[in-house]
Structure formats: C-alpha cells, structure tokens
C-alpha cells in the first residue's frame, strides 16, 4: 500500500515537472569563461553570444525542449581556441553556458602565422582582442601546418605522412611495372619457361616454334628488344629521380617534425624556468640554408641579441649564459655588447 502510494507521488510529480518544462521558455541566457583571468582570455562572453546569434539558432522565448543545444555546443566549439562548451537549461527557464578555453604554451609570430599552440599539440589562429601572456616565436622559421590551419598537429603530420606513403607506392608500383616491361623483352630472346602444369609434350612443342621463330629472326628480335630495353632503361631512370626527389622530400619533413619538436620542447624547458622564463621575452626562430634551426633570444635585461645556436645541449648553454649574466656582465655593465653569441662549446663570444 506505502510503495503504491510513493510510486504514484514520483508519477505524479514526474509529470508536474514535464508539463512545466512543456510550457516554461528560455527566459536569459548566462554565460560564463570558466577559466578567464586578466592574463588568459582568447574569449569574451560577448563574442559567444555573439557565435550564438549569427548562427541562426532561436533561444529566447523558445520552449525549453526545443531549443537546439547541441547545435550551440558545435558552434561555440568549433573555435579552435574552445576546448569545451557545458550546456544545460534550468528549472526557471536559464540557459546556462559555461566555455573552458584552451592553454596555449607558445604564439607562432612568424612567416604570416599568429597561432597559438598548446602542449597537447592543437594549434589555432590567434583570436582578436585575445591576452595571453605566453612566450612569442617570431622570425623567418615555417612550421609544418598551413598559416590558416586549426587542429590537432599530429593529424596534420599523419595526413602528410600518408600522403608520402601513396605517392613512394604508387612510384615504386610504376618502377615494378617497368621491370616486367623490361623483363617481358629480355624474355623474347630467351627459350621459354614451362607453366605450372604445362605436360611434357606441350611445353616441349611450344619450346621447339620458340627455336623455330628465333632461328628464322634473331637479328631482329635481337636488335628489337635490346633498343626497347634501353628505352625502358631510360624511362627508369627519370621514375627512379622523381622517387628520390620524394624520398628527399619526405626525409626534410621528418626533420622539420623532429625540430617543431625539440623548439616546443625548449620553449616549455623556458616557460617552466622561474628566471629564463622571466627573463626572455621574444624567441626569434630561422632555417639555416641547409634546414638547421637557428635560435635568438630577446632578453628583457639589456639592449643586446643571445645567438643560441641550434638546441643540441640547451642546458649546457643556458649553464654557460647564466654563469656569464652574473660573472661577466655584473662587472662589464648591461649595455656594453649588442651581440652574445654561446654557439660554441665553451666559449661566450661578445660582439660591442
């Protein structure tokens, strides 16, 4: 008798609670960054509900039930600087939207790039109006991805590297059709070979009008498909140079990869230094002619360039240029030299 009249309590208010959702619309519209300071913000809650209205979706005064919030989410996440959209409606009609913003480590400044990226590798074009204080790349170095893409970096690279794989496969497929091209010449002037299952006798007779037809024309199969060989040899050759080129092609991508790398690598080893990551303001990034990463630092400290070099045995240099900060400059004075170059093994060179 007690759980009949508890079960038809919950029916009973199940359908108060439905028939008021039913009728009860969109009234205001509450949206929060969860996680925006004076010192992070790629986003404003003015600019979401600016996404939402030019979207088209209808929210105000709609019925609760009706209004599309899983289209909100995908147009508010499709920023590539939302990390995620938390979308609900209450009880008075509120529809409450709270947006986490990504956490960038570094902005690419360079070669028509302005793109932050974050350590999970997702890179994205720099908001308008947006303030993150993150250490700046500027320079003539190009990363891997087009200035105007937004995504995950490992799917780029995964995409780019199919994309090497197809073409090596489909050149080394014509390299092996051009071998059974050649082969199939080489062979007309050799006595055949006997099929699988070809009889004794079969393969015997077809051998002797092989004999018979080499006998009556040698010169001329000879001369025939010796020159076709060659011009085979010849069309070889030129599918062998496209394969290397590609091969080559693939190998400095590879290498572009490994130093995207290792730079991000370095600029979290500053970011994460309480001194370093203070004290640089501006890592300016090149390619050498022949593809090497060349690093400058801007300090805040002093009116002078470091040439870091390239980021082979980076502590061992950030070692070398603290022990000269406070041996060296303390005593010459802080605007005495324009250039510090700590390329070389054991050496701080000075340039006035």
């Not at 995207?260 to 890592?283: H, K, P």
Request: charged share 30%; with cysteine; net charge neutral.
């Amino acid at each position: 008798m007690l759980w009949g009249v508890l079960s038809a309590g919950v029916f009973y208010a199940t359908t108060l609670v439905e028939a008021h959702r039913a009728a009860q619309t969109i009234t205001a519209i509450n949206i929060e960054i969860a996680d925006s300071t004076t010192s992070r913000r790629l986003v404003s809650t003015t600019r979401v509900q600016q996404w939402i209205e030019r979207s088209g979706i209808e929210v105000k005064g709609k019925n609760i039930d009706s209004v599309d919030i899983a289209a909100i989410k995908r147009t508010i996440e499709q920023n590539g600087f939302i990390e995620k959209a938390d979308i609900y409606a209450t009880y008075s009609g509120e529809l409450n939207i709270s947006v986490t913003q990504r956490t960038p480590v570094v902005r690419l400044m360079v070669n028509g790039y302005d793109s932050y990226l974050t350590s999970e590798g997702i890179i994205f074009r720099t908001p308008p109006q947006s303030a993150i204080y993150v250490p700046v790349i500027t320079g003539d170095y190009r990363p891997l991805t087009p200035p105007d893409y937004e995504g995950c970096i490992e799917s780029h690279i995964a995409t780019e590297r199919g994309t090497f794989e197809r073409r090596i496969a489909e050149i080394e497929e014509e390299l092996s059709e051009l071998k059974r091209e050649r082969d199939g010449y080489t062979a007309m002037r050799r006595p055949p070979k006997r099929d699988i299952g070809e009889g004794f006798f079969a393969y015997h007779s077809r051998k002797r009008e092989w004999r018979k037809i080499w006998n009556l024309n040698k010169k001329k199969i000879r001369r025939y498909s010796i020159g076709m060989e060659r011009d085979v040899d010849l069309r070889r050759s030129k599918v062998e140079q496209r394969l290397a080129a590609v091969e080559s092609e693939q190998k400095k991508f590879e290498k572009r990869y490994a130093d995207f790398r290792n730079l991000i690598t370095f600029v979290e080893r500053l970011s994460d230094d309480d001194y370093w990551g203070a004290e640089v303001v501006q890592i300016v990034a090149h390619n050498t002619p022949d593809l090497e990463l060349d690093i400058e630092l801007i300090p805040r400290s002093g009116d002078f360039r470091i040439l870091f070099g390239d980021l082979n045995n980076a502590e061992e240099k950030f070692d070398k240029l603290t022990h000269f900060f406070d041996k060296g400059l303390s005593r010459t004075g802080w605007g005495k030299y324009k250039i510090i170059n700590i390329r070389y093994n054991k050496q701080v060179v000075c340039t006035e």
